[in-house]
């Protein structure tokens, strides 16, 4: 399984930044899939969840109203849009896959198999 993150880079506070993971060696339309970031000093927490059909959605209060996770199965890829970027938004971003098909969609790490490399994203004030 690969999981291959891209779209990080550098913006202004205000500014907005699209996160592409594109999904190989799984059965992308039967999983859930999820965006975690990690700053520098800080542990690993969840940003966004999808489930495997994509009706189903779930964001960590932080980032609620301003980033919105979406998937193409058809394309392997799963999107994280992130708006209104905050200085405080500034980490490494990963996307993950979890272990099961068709499972119950999680926000815990532990409950994601497979991961990316992560993309970075940096916010200036």
């Known amino acids: 399984v690969q999981l291959q993150a891209s779209g990080g880079g550098l913006v202004e506070a205000g500014g907005s930044l699209r996160l592409s993971c594109v999904a190989s060696g799984l059965t992308f339309g039967r999983t859930n899939m999820g965006w975690f970031r990690q700053a520098p000093g800080k542990e690993r927490e969840f940003v966004a969840g999808?489930?495997?059909?994509?009706?189903?959605?779930s964001h960590a209060d932080s980032v609620k109203g301003r980033f919105t996770t979406s998937r193409d199965n058809a394309k392997n890829t799963v999107y994280l849009e992130m708006n209104s970027l905050k200085p405080e938004d500034t980490a490494v971003y990963s996307c993950?896959?979890?272990?099961?098909?068709?499972?119950?969609?999680?926000?815990?790490?532990?409950?994601?198999?497979?991961w990316g490399q992560g993309t970075l994203v940096t916010v200036s004030s």
């Open positions: 993950a896959a979890d272990r099961r098909y068709f499972g119950t969609l999680e926000t815990s790490p532990g409950e994601y198999e497979y």
């Open positions: 999808i489930n495997w059909s994509g009706s189903r959605t």
